[in-house]
């Protein structure tokens, strides 16, 4: 269901939209497996520059950091890269940062920063770095999977896939044990 959440989201980001606020509870799987992302509420139109829905200009946070933050910074703390929530201007690879955070959420068993209690402590350690390494949570997952995760997770934007696409084609690719267990996806 992931690679079909990144398909989705190759197919927004070829029509310059972005969704900015990926999360599980945005991604419903159907009775017959069907994979739908909702809730584009929060979407934003790069070619455009249009936003999906006015929202309030003062933060609010509410929950523990699974839940959507509106104002300056907008989406869902444990979910979002580094440059959103410092609350600048976000592209593509904010959604690639989202699918690998969920599927980080998927092989741990618990989202990223699920040790910060409140938006507030989640927003402030996703600024100073990554979640708990995947490979110390969960050992037991192959190394490739985890160098796919990192690199949709890295930091700096520049580090991470470019889109979806490629994050997608990489998760195929490791589904059809096509990668090197040295150096990662090939």
Do not use: C
Not at 72 to 87: C, D, F, L, W
Not at 113 to 129: D, H, M, P, T
Not at 149 to 165: G, I, K, N
């Amino acid at each position: 269901h992931v690679i079909d959440v990144a398909d989705a989201l190759a197919y927004a980001h070829g029509e310059r939209v972005i969704h900015r606020d990926l999360k599980p509870a945005n991604v419903l799987v159907g009775s017959y497996g069907e994979t739908v992302v909702i809730d584009w509420g929060l979407a934003r139109n790069l070619a455009t520059g249009e936003e999906a829905a006015s929202l309030p200009s003062a933060p609010r946070f509410d929950g523990d950091g699974g839940e959507t933050v509106a104002g300056t910074v907008m989406g869902t703390p444990s979910y979002m890269p580094p440059e959103q929530a410092r609350g600048e201007a976000v592209d593509e690879r904010a959604d690639v940062y989202a699918i690998g955070a969920m599927l980080y959420h998927v092989l741990a068993g618990l989202r990223p920063y699920a040790e910060a209690s409140g938006a507030a402590e989640v927003l402030g350690r996703v600024i100073e770095g990554p979640p708990k390494a995947l490979s110390e949570l969960a050992p037991e997952i192959p190394a490739e999977l985890v160098a796919i995760v990192d690199r949709a997770m890295a930091p700096l934007p520049s580090d991470r896939y470019p889109t979806a696409q490629g994050l997608a084609e990489d998760l195929r690719r490791f589904q059809l044990h096509l990668v090197d267990a040295g150096t990662g996806p090939v």
